[in-house]
């Protein structure tokens, strides 16, 4: 998994144990904005500031750890998605990569529609007032119960992801008198170039029907008797932190296939189909994502075309992106700790978060990128691993990377682009009280998501 290793500053001159990083950057006080939200800059004394204001008042009015969302960046982001498929396609905001009222209020206002996969998840977008019509469920396991909310508030697609489903949501909707719209969601057989876990389009793995050995086929077939069920399309989704398009054109051909085969078999042209997301963004510089103009394209001209040799009409296409429209806006401001350095290997710097608030690192290996924001330094680079105040020497933030060496105790560092499955996937590990989300835009700063309480932790604890 390593990148290149070079020498760093002098503090590590000769031999740099193993790990995942580059040469230490030119000017560790840049901010590159591959991987900082637009609104990132450093004041003229030095401090970093996002949305107009400097984050040592941030972190003095909010605390740390604490998730700082920028929120003109969020919405620009949302709305070149929707500008790039324009009127004649749906972007639905995967709500699993961070979800909050706040969120929903957002993606209501520029347009954009919602992918939820659970109750809760459900719950937020109405409570928020999204329209049910524009909400999609996925979920490779949803309850009766679910299902049943689903169907009654009327959410436009419900995806339907096994054999059991389809006859469990053909059967509530009956039993509610309604006829359900459906896609089914198919696995293509990609094998995705993303980390094992977040890959989801290869055979061997729990979402959807596979479209190899007719299983898909069958599934339409049975989806096509049921009177509670109003099937639209077919919906692929084919793993996350993708950068490579040619795994989206090889599904979508492949979905555009297996229109063909319905169209031939029973007389239908379903007249949607929803690719799902997976659009990777840049963690660190060496990251160089696409943009959603140049992904909007070639979807477009792939489908359009392997349309026109089926002698189909091109369905309305339907994208699910989560990470590339919050991941990059937002970063976790942390206070420094302690420093441990370890000579000629690394410095360990303990902040006051870690894998409670960011389990990725240690999850899938991911690489992240870290900068000293309370100040700017001109002492040399040290290699760095920072860690977080976890009970588990896997309680790893960012695995590599290099601040100043004069780093003390008390200075702020922030990891940007963790808007995605960062607080999502927060968890209360050794009691964590989860951090809180404020949005920042234009001078003020509000939280959407406050910060967990100790009584909060004891008020489920019943004793
Ligand atoms: C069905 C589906 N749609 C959309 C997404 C969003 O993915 P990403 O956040 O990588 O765009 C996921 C998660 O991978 C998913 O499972
Ligand atoms: N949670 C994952 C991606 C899975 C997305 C949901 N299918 C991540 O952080 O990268």
Known sequence: ??????????????????????????????????????????????????????????????????????????????????????????????????????????????????????????????????????????GNNKSAAEIEKAVSVGVGHIVLDSFQEIVRVAHIAEQLGKRQRVLIRVTVGVEAHTHEFIATAHEDQKFGIALADGQAAEAVRRALKLDGLELVGIHSHIGSQIFDMAGFEVAARRVVSLLAEIRDEHGVELPEIDLGGGLGIAYTSDDDP????????????????????????????SVEPGRAIVGPTAFTLYEVGTIKPLDGLRTYVSVDGGMSDNIRTALYDAEYSVSLVSRTSDADPMLVRVVGKHCESGDIVVRDAFLPSDLAPGDLIAVPATGAYCRSMASNYN????????????????????????EDLLRLDVG
């Open 431 to 454: 009691h964590a009280l989860r951090p809180p989300v404020v949005a920042v835009r234009d001078g003020e700063a509000r939280v959407i998501v406050r910060r967990e309480t100790e």
């Open 1 to 138: 998994m390593s990148r290149s290793a070079h020498p760093a500053g002098p503090r590590h001159a000769d031999v740099l144990p193993e790990g995942h990083y580059t040469a230490p950057p030119a000017d560790l006080n840049a901010l590159d904005p591959k991987v900082w939200s637009r609104t990132v800059t450093r004041t003229p004394e030095g401090a970093v500031s996002v949305g107009g204001i400097d984050v040592t008042r941030l972190a003095e009015e909010f605390g740390t750890p604490a998730y700082f969302i920028d929120e003109d960046d969020f919405r620009a982001r949302a709305q070149a998605w929707r500008t790039a498929f324009g009127e004649g396609a749906d972007v639905f905001y995967a709500g699993k990569a961070f979800l909050s009222r706040a969120i929903v209020r957002w993606l209501h206002e520029e347009g954009l529609n919602l992918d939820v996969c659970s109750g809760g998840e459900l719950s937020t977008a109405l409570s928020a007032g999204m329209p049910a019509e524009r909400i999609a469920f996925h």
């Open 290 to 317: 696409r943009e959603p103009h140049e992904i909007a394209k070639a979807l477009g001209e792939i489908v359009t075309r392997e349309c026109e040799a089926a002698g189909l009409r091109t369905p309305r296409i």
